[in-house]
């Protein structure tokens, strides 16, 4: 498996705060990998810091083994990691079908057409609407439409922030099916946040779990899902009490009630 994306020891700071305390982590081409964490343990400086939106004091970003710390947000979306900030931001007064072209614009080919056929393909739904201003759009659809859009710029890897927020679970899974589907179908990698971890470590190969800014937890999904500290914390355990905290494990957070 080649490593597409490669995250060594990044530090990034919001004035005198630090909010990642040096975290590494990797992404093999054609894979699907989730950022699992509490509010506040980083996620989003993460994939910011990674697509160029903020700045790391410290580490290094390599995207296809070469460095784009310095790089800025627009220069990394043209080398293919294209970002679907959390709260979707869509272009509220264009159209569907104008949000999904607006995706496109850095591309010079002719298959754009094409490819928003596809799109409606993927969410049908958007088919559906493509006239419509997409600020009317329910919040499921503006997800869809923002990653819709993110992908027109055919991306090698996908960078995704909390796509389910605000979403019902049986939106959570539509949506994660359809990850799922365009991985299979372009090879696109995804790093995808998600509060819902059950979908999440369902959905994805490999997860990383973030705590205060560190990485408290890293392996394939499978095993995740059978920690006992992760099912504890992140998957809604059985088990009512809060264990002592185990050397390298998880440290009891505040909950939230869409892990449950
Ligand atoms: N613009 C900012 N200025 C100052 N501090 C910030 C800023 N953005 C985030 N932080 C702080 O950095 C830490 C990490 O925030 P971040 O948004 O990355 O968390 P998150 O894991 O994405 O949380 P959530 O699940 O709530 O989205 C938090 O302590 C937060 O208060
Ligand atoms: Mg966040």
Redesign the pocket.
């Known amino acids: 498996m080649s490593t597409l994306l490669s995250v060594r020891n990044l530090e990034t700071w919001?004035?005198p705060?630090r909010?990642l305390h040096g975290v590494s982590l990797e992404v093999h081409a054609a894979q699907i990998v989730t950022v699992l964490?509490?509010?506040?343990?980083?996620?989003?400086?993460?994939l910011?810091t990674i697509a160029g939106v903020l700045a790391p004091s410290n580490g290094t970003v390599e995207y296809e083994g070469r460095p784009i710390g310095g790089m800025d947000a627009d220069e990394v979306s043209r080398s293919g990691l294209v970002l679907v900030p959390?709260g979707r931001q869509i272009f509220p007064f264009l159209t569907v079908a104008e949000n999904l072209r607006m995706g496109a614009f850095a591309r010079r080919d002719a298959q754009v057409a094409q490819d928003i056929e596809q799109i409606y393909d993927w969410f049908p739904r958007l088919k559906e609407r493509h006239r419509q201003q997409a600020g009317l759009l329910s919040g499921g659809e503006q997800q869809m439409a923002a990653i819709g859009r993110a992908l027109m710029a055919r991306p090698k890897l996908l960078l995704l922030?909390?796509p389910s927020l605000g979403l019902s679970p049986l939106f959570t899974k539509d949506i994660f099916a359809i990850i799922k589907r365009i991985r299979e179908q372009t090879k696109t990698a995804v790093l995808v946040?998600e509060?819902n971890a059950a979908i999440a470590l369902a959905t994805a190969d490999h997860g990383f779990v973030?705590e205060l800014?560190r990485v408290a937890a890293a392996g394939s999904c499978e095993a995740l899902s059978q920690r006992e500290d992760i099912r504890e914390f992140y998957l809604g355990g059985a088990s009512h009490h809060l264990p002592q905290v185990a050397a390298g494990g998880i440290r009891p957070s505040r909950r939230r009630s869409s892990w449950h």
């Open positions: 919001y004035g705060v909010a964490g509490a509010n506040g343990a980083g996620k989003t400086t993460l910011n959390e922030d909390e946040v509060q973030i800014g």
